[in-house]
């Protein structure tokens, strides 16, 4: 069903090609507003959803998705432009590929799935976001420079831990049905 969470999420994934012109061009503060407005989609969609009881199949399974496509073509894009370092790409891809592995051979083997993203996946995404918004908007913002190594450290060790919690979720899975967090 789409709803209007579902609009969001689809409208977050239409954004992306726009991000990507304008950093490809150079256009910084106009790629920082698309970001800034695609990434607010994801808390809006997931907000509306849950006071609105809009929570559906369709949003289960595209939320993510378009939170992958957003997060990872922003890596990908800003990493090629040597705005962020290209290992940290290569851990936020890497994440992704391994996440949606699982889940497909979870659905090819049949066995019980809910997507329901755990607290440090949560914190994973946020650390992603403000990473992007950072790299983004340092130039107008020369007093927060110090932050960048802290932040790039801490968004790579958490999508790193977060990509273990996942694996490990997903071997539970396959060994007795069930991934308790």
């Given at each position: ?83 962020l370092p290209g290992w940290l790409a290569v851990i936020v891809l890497s994440r ?86």
């Open positions: 069903m789409v709803n209007l969470p579902n609009l969001l999420t689809i409208g977050r994934i239409l954004l992306i090609p726009l991000l990507v012109i304008f950093l490809m061009d150079g256009r910084t503060e106009a790629a920082w507003l698309v970001f800034v407005a695609a990434a607010a989609t994801d808390a809006l969609d997931g907000l509306i959803a849950r006071l609105w009881n809009q929570k559906t199949t369709l949003g289960a399974y595209i939320d993510p998705i378009a939170d992958k496509l957003l997060l990872g073509t922003s890596y990908v894009t800003l990493a090629v432009l040597h705005r992704d590929l391994v996440i949606l592995i699982g889940v497909g051979l979870l659905l090819l083997f049949d066995k019980p799935l809910e997507i329901r993203p755990s607290l440090d996946s949560k914190l994973t995404t946020l650390l992603q976001i403000l990473t992007v918004c950072y790299v983004l908007g340092r130039d107008h913002l020369p007093a927060l420079q110090p932050l960048a190594l802290p932040l790039i450290l801490a968004t790579a060790a958490s999508t790193v831990v977060s990509g273990f919690h996942y694996l490990a979720i997903g071997m539970r899975i396959f060994e007795n049905g069930r991934g308790g967090d």
